[in-house]
T-cell receptor, first 116, second 110 residues
Framework: EAGVAQSPRYKIIEKRQSVAFWCNPI?????LYWYQQILGQGPKLLIQ????????DSQLPKDRFSAERLKGVDSTLKIQPAKLEDSAVYLC??????????????FGPGTRLTVL | DAKTTQPNSMESNEEEPVHLPCNHS???????IHWYRQLPSQGPEYVIH???SNVNNRMASLAIAEDRKSSTLILHRATLRDAAVYYC???????????FGAGTILRVKS
């Protein structure tokens, strides 16, 4: 079974530039998550999709971050414009369904973003 | 969000058992206890979960206190590949949200 795919793996940009990350979840997984992981901290949920609808985006900085999952499969996360504090690893995860406290999330390898 | 408390770091010798503690005194009756780990330069991976009873799988065992206010992840024989950050997470019963803390850095010595 193929895992969660993310690209690019690394990205270096200057502040105020734009950047986009792509995620392809495990086939058949209805729920997709984007997390931000700052060095030395645990991942923080930015947004959660169920199919192509948003379930939770309470911690997404909506003035600069946006995400979409138009066809309910792959997803993109965009930052525009980037700030220095956006330097982090952006992790994508997917799971089979939303409901239930036993559902396992499968994570991709992440995209390491450096903002100069 | 329900909170957990874990030691910042622990050290173990290779081939010895490791007991990683987690306190979750505010746990409610429907919160599941999940453990994930994150190896260097990788995304987190699921280890084990439980609700009330102790659980075993091929990776580890989870011992849950009778009052559910604490739990312990047990690696029966640590290997160098088990060196990672281990996260203890409470999952709210009707949702799928993971709220990660800082976790415990496990170092394994050869």
């Amino acid at each position: 079974e193929a895992g969660v795919a993310q690209s690019p793996r690394y990205k270096i940009i200057e502040k105020r530039q734009s950047v986009a990350f792509w995620c392809n979840p495990i086939s058949g997984h209805a729920t997709l998550y984007w997390y931000q992981q700052i060095l030395g901290q645990g991942p923080k949920l930015l947004i959660q999709f169920q199919n192509n609808g948003v379930v939770d985006d309470s911690q997404l900085p909506k003035d600069r971050f946006s995400a979409e999952r138009l066809k309910g499969v792959d997803s993109t996360l965009k930052i525009q414009p980037a700030k220095l504090e956006d330097s982090a690893v952006y992790l994508c995860a997917s799971s089979y369904r939303t409901q239930g406290g036993t559902d396992t999330q499968y994570f991709g390898p992440g995209t390491r973003l450096t903002v100069l | 969000d329900a909170k957990t408390t874990q030691p910042n770091s622990m050290e173990s010798n290779e081939e010895e058992p490791v007991h990683l503690p987690c306190n979750h005194s505010t746990i409610s009756g429907t919160d599941y206890i999940h453990w994930y780990r994150q190896l260097p330069s990788q995304g987190p991976e699921y280890v084990i979960h439980g609700l009330t009873s102790n659980v075993n799988n091929r990776m580890a065992s989870l011992a849950i206190a009778e009052d559910r206010k604490s739990s312990t992840l047990i690696l029966h024989r640590a290997t160098l590949r088990d060196a990672a950050v281990y996260y203890c997470i409470l999952r709210v019963g009707d949702g799928n949200k993971l709220v990660f803390g800082a976790g415990t850095i496990l170092r394994v010595k050869s």
